[in-house]
């Protein structure tokens, strides 16, 4: 995993506002991990947190994008059962990233854990194709 530290500085400053202002940002030059990141986080209610995101350029014959793999973590009884809602709507929820379709997404571990507070940690992988 490579750590850039502008971006890492931009997600921190992005993460701050509030959702609905995360969520209508236009997608930065390196790409629309930023909107993906906030539509998750939506998703999530608010419960979540970032624990890790990565993003490698993924190309075929006839598309091209990129795969995005985002860990979050979910602390507390109501933000498990937030978690837990948020897998089973993951492979049918319709993201709205500009300039982009999610075509796969895919839920690659999930990892409970009881003591000594209820936690749940997820690590999701999607892909992006880019929509020119």
């Known amino acids: 995993m490579q750590f850039d530290p502008a971006s890492h500085r931009a997600l921190q400053v992005a993460l701050e506002r509030p959702a609905r202002t995360v969520a209508r ?19 999530a209610g608010g419960k979540a947190e970032l624990i890790r995101h990565s993003e490698r350029a993924w190309a075929s014959v006839t598309f091209s994008g990129s795969r995005h793999t985002v860990q ?26 500009p300039r982009h379709l999610v075509a796969d997404t895919a839920v690659i571990s999930a990892e409970h854990v009881a ?15 880019d929509d020119c």
């Open 72 to 97: 979050l973590a979910f602390t507390g009884a109501e933000a498990v059962a937030a978690g837990e809602a948020m897998i089973e709507a993951l492979s049918d929820h319709e993201f709205t990233i």
């Open 25 to 43: 940002r236009t997608p930065t030059r390196s790409g629309p991990w930023l909107p993906l990141l906030s539509a998750l986080l939506e998703m």
């Open 115 to 129: 003591l000594p507070e209820e936690r749940l940690t997820i690590e999701v992988e999607l892909l992006l194709l």
